[in-house]
Each structure stands twice: as C-alpha cells, then as structure tokens.
C-alpha cells in the first residue's frame, strides 16, 4: 500500500441522499421540497422522486434544480410518501455523505441512529 493511499471503511454502506426544493414565497427559506435522489456508494441512482409541494410555488428554480411545473405535475407525490420511499430503501446503517447533507436530512426529517448511522460531508451537522 502507498503511503498517501486513503483507506475507506466499508462496515457501513454510504449513500448520498440530495434535495432539491422549489420557492414557495419570496424570501430565501421559502422553500418546498421538489426532489429527493439516493445514490448508493457504487454511484448507482437508487431513487429520483419528484415532489408535489403542498404550497403554491411561486418559482420552481427551473434553472438552478431542472424541476419544471409539468414534471411535478405529472410525477410529484407527496412529501410523507417520497420519504416512506426513501426510508424503504436507505439501510438503517448507512452514512450519508454530500454537500449540505445535514440540510437534506432535515428537510425530509430523517433522524440518525434511526434513519442513518451518521453523517459525513460539508455542512454535516443538522439540528
């Protein structure tokens, strides 16, 4: 082994879970959740979940997220639904890892020890 090789521990799958939201009013956390992606360690696209907002959307952020109104329109479930989904399939000991995952975490309220074994990325932490 190199000495600058990094050694990944694999006692616990890591998965990266990303949330994409759309405006709901006009200030900064105005915020819906629109989207919600699970990808496994194997950069396998686990699951793309399209949420329909239960407050009307003021802008879907087109550019930055690629959420249209007609997709939410004809693929959007709710919220309680797409995070059922989402606990299906997310092994209760799995770490989470992306940028702001934290943030992700409690948009869909998952709860560690629970949902997840822990958190590792930029802006881990979460309330």
Same mark, same amino acid.
């Given at each position: 082994?190199?000495?600058?090789?990094?050694?990944?521990?694999?006692?616990?799958?890591?998965?990266? +879970?990303?949330?994409?939201?759309?405006?709901?009013?006009?200030?900064?956390?105005?915020?819906?959740?629109? $989207? +919600?992606?699970?990808? *496994?360690?194997?950069?396998?696209?686990?699951?793309?979940?399209?949420?329909?907002?239960?407050?009307?959307?003021?802008?879907?952020?087109?550019?930055?997220?690629?959420?249209?109104?007609?997709?939410? /329109?004809?693929?959007?479930?709710?919220?309680? /639904?797409?995070?059922?989904?989402?606990?299906? *399939?997310?092994?209760?000991?799995?770490?989470?890892?992306? $940028?702001?995952?934290? $943030?992700?975490? *409690?948009?869909?309220?998952?709860?560690?020890? +629970?949902?997840?074994?822990?958190? $590792?990325?930029?802006?881990?932490?979460?309330?």
């Amino acid at each position: 082994m190199h000495s600058n090789s990094i050694l990944i521990p694999f006692d616990n799958p890591y998965f990266s +879970v990303d949330v994409e939201c759309v405006a709901t009013g006009y200030d900064h956390n105005s915020r819906a959740v629109a $989207q +919600v992606s699970l990808v *496994n360690q194997c950069e396998q696209a686990i699951l793309n979940l399209y949420v329909k907002p239960d407050k009307p959307v003021v802008s879907h952020l087109t550019p930055l997220t690629g959420i249209t109104k007609e997709l939410l /329109e004809q693929y959007g479930i709710p919220l309680e /639904e797409a995070v059922k989904i989402l606990r299906a *399939n997310l092994p209760t000991n799995s770490i989470l890892v992306g $940028q702001s995952i934290g $943030q992700d975490v *409690n948009w869909l309220g998952l709860k560690e020890g +629970v949902d997840f074994a822990g958190l $590792q990325g930029e802006a881990a932490s979460h309330a």
